[in-house]
Structures are given as C-alpha cells and as structure tokens.
Nanobody, 125 residues
C-alpha cells in the first residue's frame, strides 16, 4: 500500500483543518492507521491512531477533545480533523499504516511498515 497525505497549510491559532491520507494499492480496511507529527528539532511523536476496524482509537493527551481520527473505507481515506489549533501543533504530520499490528493501536513508529510523505501544518499565534 502507498499513502498520500494532504491538507496541511498555514492557519491562525483557533482555526480548524482536516488532513487526509489516501491509500493506493490496498484497502485501508485491514490496516491500523496512525497519525504522527514531527516538529523541527524534535522526535516524531504519536498523535492519534485507530485499529483496522475503527472501534479502538487513541489520542495523545495534548490533542484529546480537539483532534478526531476517522476513516472512510469507500474512499480508502483516513482523516485527522483538527480543531482549536495551537501554535504548538505546528509540525509535519505523517500518516502510517500497519498490517502486522492491525488489531490494536500502536504508539511506536517502528511498528508501521508504510508511511505517507508528510504534510506541513503551521499554526500562527
């Protein structure tokens, strides 16, 4: 499977943005999918994730209540809806898929076999 992330850009604090991750070559329905982000000079960190069925979702504490991960199997797309954006959300956001760990949500980047190219989100204060 190949992943294509999109939807990033420059917004003001308090704004909303929706990131998309489209899968080509295979259905998302059998993959766990996470969103990670990496700010300049920092390590890549887990943001949100869901297992293959979508019935288990986790979020990092700093985005709980503001971000929502979802997927549309018909469109083979996973979304990250981001509301009330803060300057500290500024980062390159990556989607990642795992077939090997599809049954649960993993917080570890090394568990994911396939990565999108990343999309930059910049939140101005």
């Amino acid at each position: 499977v190949q992943l294509q992330a999109s939807g990033g850009g420059l917004v003001e604090a308090g704004s909303s943005m929706r990131l998309s991750c489209v899968a080509a070559g295979h259905s998302f329905s059998t993959y766990a999918v996470d969103w990670f982000r990496q700010a300049p000079g920092k390590e890549r960190e887990f943001v949100a994730g869901m297992n293959w069925s979508g019935d288990t979702k986790y979020y990092r504490d700093s985005v709980k209540g503001r971000f929502t991960i979802s997927k549309d199997n018909a469109k083979n797309t996973v979304y990250l809806e981001m509301n009330s954006l803060k300057p500290e959300d500024t980062a390159v956001y990556y989607c990642a898929a795992s077939a090997n760990a599809a049954g649960y949500v993993s917080f570890t980047p090394t568990n994911f076999e396939t990565w999108g190219q990343g999309t930059l989100v910049t939140v101005s204060s």
